[in-house]
């Protein structure tokens, strides 16, 4: 079910596996029965720079509840030795995870562009997708309804959208006010993000 431009709720059971960043391999099934947050990154997007302060926020003020935030780069595996300095210095409370593609953002439904984030309830099923840059204060509301083990979605989450960035703004390097689609449905070209290296989307 759609809420709105960039917000979408369509439960269903999802899997990832990928590597944190000594190499070892992790997978979203170790997870079952916790509440996860998953946030697409890149050391290259600054959109995504932006919404690191709040995943520790968010992080600190829910661990204790059973939250787990997974942050997982989405750079170049050359890259690993930049990605492990940028994880050291801005996300040392999080769970890193790289090597992330294309494929694995699509099957959670996220997309191409950067950033992104699925918050993935204790039964592996996707509560609610933000595709662009998340808001903070719904996405801590999501996290609420899930850790009090309600179903559905929070109370006037229909009312609240993520915003997203027009192809303008995207090929111009600069932010825009949100761009909703014909009826308020989503559109995924206008989702993304601008990067330090202009308007990009992961590697497949």
Partial sequence: MALGDGLEAAPQEVDLDLSDLEGRPSSLASYRGKVVLVNFWATWCLPCREEMPALRHIQARYAARGLSVLAVSADEAARIGEVRRFARKHLQDLIVWTGATTRDMERLGLGEALPAT??????????????GPFDATL?????????????????????????SFSQE??????????????HGEEEEHHHGSVGLEGASLVPS
Wanted: charged content about 15%; overall charge negative; aromatic content about 6%.
């Fill in 139 to 163: 996405l801590q509301s999501w996290v609420d309804w899930l850790l009090n083990g309600q179903a559905g979605q929070p109370p006037g989450s229909n009312r609240i959208t993520a915003p």
């Fill in 169 to 182: 703004a995207l090929a111009d390097g600069h932010h825009a006010h949100p761009h909703a689609g014909a």
């Fill in 118 to 131: 699925a918050l993935i309830d204790p039964d592996g099923r996707i509560a609610v997708r933000f595709i």
